[in-house]
């Protein structure tokens, strides 16, 4: 049978559905056009032509991949964060929509602040602090993370995204490596606790990076330990945006007020979980 994009399509959606692969037909849409060079308006019109062989066994390979239920972020090493395409693989967590909410807030924080100096404690792959830069470009930035393969992601993205001059990404235990005074800490740090990582979804158990994920016995000792340095890192009414887990609001907030930061607030997402934390360095 001719190999046209479009029995590709119906045959393959009917492989990843069989595979227990939900919006299979959406995946196979990206798949096939990532496979192909092709966009979407592309596909369609050409669904009557034929894939040529070596386009077939790139996006046969991809279909394997995501048939073993990897993330297709993964598979065509890009995710869209804050509108912004970022460069992802195995070493980074793929960013998640519910995180843009943290980015939406943070701007608030600094929309009366000049110039801007800002922290991004467990940068992964710079997600949150490039989409920052990327929209306040009188602002500057530092991402450290203990994984030197994310710092090199995070590096790669700030160049594609126009925003590396504006900043750096190094190697730092926590706060450890950070010297200088900043008006803003952001941080979506590992929260997810060792009974929770037992229950997590198969997908993300398998293919994201764990330290990305494990915050420790109750998931809070990646709070507790920027938390103890955070003070010193953070200029006057500096602020602090923490992501945090559905269900740690009032645990995480009562840590931060512990700390001696004011103005603490909870903030949910869109879903209406807990998502947000947010505090002022007290003056
Ligand atoms: C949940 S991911 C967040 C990644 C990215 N900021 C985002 O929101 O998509 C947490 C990040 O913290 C980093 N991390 C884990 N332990 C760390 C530590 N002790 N010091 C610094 N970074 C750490 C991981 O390597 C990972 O990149």
Redesign the pocket.
């Known amino acids: 049978m001719a190999n046209t994009f479009d029995s590709l399509r119906r045959q393959a959606t009917f492989s990843l559905r069989e595979h227990g692969i939900k919006n299979a037909d959406i995946d196979v849409r990206i798949l096939l056009g990532f496979a192909a060079g092709y966009s979407d308006a592309d596909l369609i019109a050409q669904r009557n032509a034929q894939i040529s062989p070596s386009e077939l066994e790139i996006f046969n390979r991809y279909l394997e991949r995501r048939m073993a239920h990897e993330p297709i972020a993964y598979i065509t090493q890009q995710k869209e964060?804050f509108s912004l395409s970022f460069h992802v693989n195995s070493?980074?967590?793929?960013?998640?929509p519910e995180?843009e909410g943290?980015v939406e807030h943070a701007l608030t924080l600094i929309s009366d602040t000049k110039s801007p100096k800002i922290l991004?404690?467990?940068?992964?792959?710079?997600?949150?602090?490039i989409s920052l830069l990327h929209d306040r470009k009188d602002a500057s930035g530092l991402?450290?993370?203990?994984?030197e393969p994310?710092l090199d992601i995070a590096k790669k993205n700030a160049h594609s995204l126009g925003v590396n001059e504006q900043c750096k990404f190094i190697y730092?235990?926590?706060?450890?490596k950070v010297t200088d005074c900043y008006d803003l800490l952001?941080?979506?740090?590992?929260?997810i606790t060792d009974k929770a990582m037992q229950e997590l979804d198969g997908t993300v158990k398998s293919y994201e990076?764990h330290?990305?994920?494990?915050g420790g016995a109750d998931g809070l000792s990646?709070y507790r330990?920027i938390l103890r340095a955070a003070p010193a890192v953070l200029k006057a009414r500096g602020c602090l945006v923490f992501?945090i887990g559905y269900d740690q609001g009032q645990t995480v907030s009562n840590l931060v007020e512990q700390a001696g930061f004011k103005d603490v607030k909870i903030i949910q997402d869109l879903a209406g979980h807990d998502r947000i934390i947010s505090a002022k360095k007290q003056e």
């Open positions: 964060f070493h980074v967590l793929i960013p998640r995180t943290l991004d404690v467990g940068t992964g792959s710079g997600a949150i602090l991402g450290v993370d203990i994984y994310a730092s235990d926590y706060l450890q952001v941080s979506n740090p590992p929260y990076p330290l990305a994920l494990r990646p330990n992501e």
